[in-house]
């Protein structure tokens, strides 16, 4: 497995460090809890995405691109990160985003997330739920090429198989880091969305023949069809790496119960596992993702599904910037 292979371009603050989250780990009673930060990738706030466009706005450079198209939720993360590069890179970015939540909160809709692709000058697009987003994509780069554009579609999240390099990269990482410390991992856990971020890890773990499980925490779709996603995302980036048929379908183990109400609403464990993080360990989940993967976590600690001697690797896939979009999620008291 040689990365060096495919066209990166190296933006991301790497290697994320890789720490022990003692406080959260006593109060839970065991296992032992470490935590890989990728929520300081460094671009813009950091978060999942940026390994992901380290290869993806390579290909678009080398293609000739001169402006990008990307999709999401109004709270994205990924459409931050992929406005933040575009700026640096000097390409215009158009950003689509998708009501899939209906909130009507004035934060929600311009604040956050929201708020920072503003800033980088990325002009938006409001889409009702249940819009068919790549069509809508495709139309607009129709648009832009009629007006003399060459425009780069990147897949909502990121996720096809070569944004699955930056988790094939990082699962890389991970594995030095943990043998450089004699740390033996037992389970990775993260939350899981549009696959690409697990599909990166999985394969990357099963091409360096690590054995280590990895449990993606859903945060939209149920088990079946969230497995299934990230299941063909790790035969795709397995063959375009060369390594066909290097992932089996039991690799690939989501749990979808905590998604609550739906994407993008944060349910009362993802609340609970924000304010616990925040308290113990000084650091910040998000309502939509890491909250919900952190959720699931804890809750399977608390049913007993870990021994207290194992090590288990939180991946902290960012987010934290989508707090400000809803600050109406938490019940603080006044201080006036
Ligand atoms: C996008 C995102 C995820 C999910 O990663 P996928 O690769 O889409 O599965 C998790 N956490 C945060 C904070 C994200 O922005």
Redesign the pocket.
């Known amino acids: 497995m040689h990365l060096a292979r495919f066209p990166r371009h190296h933006f991301a603050h790497l290697p994320t460090p890789l720490e022990p989250m003692k406080r959260l780990s006593e109060h839970l009673g065991g296992p032992n809890i470490w935590i890989k930060r990728d929520?300081c990738t460094g671009l813009a706030g950091g978060?999942?995405?940026t390994r992901?466009l380290e290869f993806l706005m390579a290909d678009a450079v080398e293609r000739g691109a001169d402006t990008v198209i990307t999709q999401?939720a109004t709270q994205?993360?990924?459409a931050r990160q992929t406005a933040a590069i575009a700026t640096k890179l000097g390409l215009g970015c158009h950003i689509l985003l998708e009501d899939r939540t209906g909130m009507e909160d004035a934060d929600y809709n311009y604040n956050g997330n929201v708020m920072l692709d503003q800033l980088f000058g990325a002009p938006l697009t409001k889409f009702p739920a249940g819009t068919d987003m790549n069509a809508a994509m495709e139309q607009m780069a129709e648009e832009l090429g009629e007006s003399g554009k060459n425009p780069y579609i990147i897949p909502?999240?990121?996720?096809n198989e070569i944004?699955?390099l930056g988790?094939v990269n990082c699962a890389l990482e991970l594995l030095t880091q943990a043998n450089d410390r004699s740390l033996r991992i037992d389970e990775v856990i993260?939350?899981?969305?549009?696959?690409?971020?697990?599909?990166?890890l999985v394969t990357g773990l099963a091409a360096s023949n690590s054995r280590i499980p990895v449990l993606?925490i859903g945060?939209r779709a149920p088990q079946d069809a969230q497995e299934s996603n990230?299941f063909k995302l790790c035969e795709r980036t397995a063959d375009f790496m060369g390594i066909p048929g290097s992932v089996k379908r039991e690799d690939v183990r989501a749990n979808c119960n905590y998604v609550g109400k739906g994407y993008g609403f944060p349910a009362a464990g993802t609340i609970e596992a924000i304010e616990l993080f925040a308290n113990l360990e000084g650091i910040l989940l998000?309502p939509?993702?890491?909250g919900k993967?952190a959720a699931g976590m804890i809750d399977l600690i608390r049913q007993g599904h870990y021994s207290k001697h194992q090590n288990i690797v939180f991946l902290h896939?960012?987010?934290a910037q989508?707090l400000f979009g809803y600050r109406t999620a938490f019940d603080f008291p006044s201080y006036d």
Do not use: I, R
Not at 156 to 159: E, K, L, Q, V
Not at 190 to 200: C, E, L
């Open positions: 929520d978060g999942n995405k992901k999401g994205s993360n990924h909502g999240g990121g996720s944004g699955a988790y993260h939350a899981t969305g549009s696959a690409g971020t697990q599909a990166g993606g945060v990230v998000d939509v993702y890491s993967g896939t960012g987010g989508a």
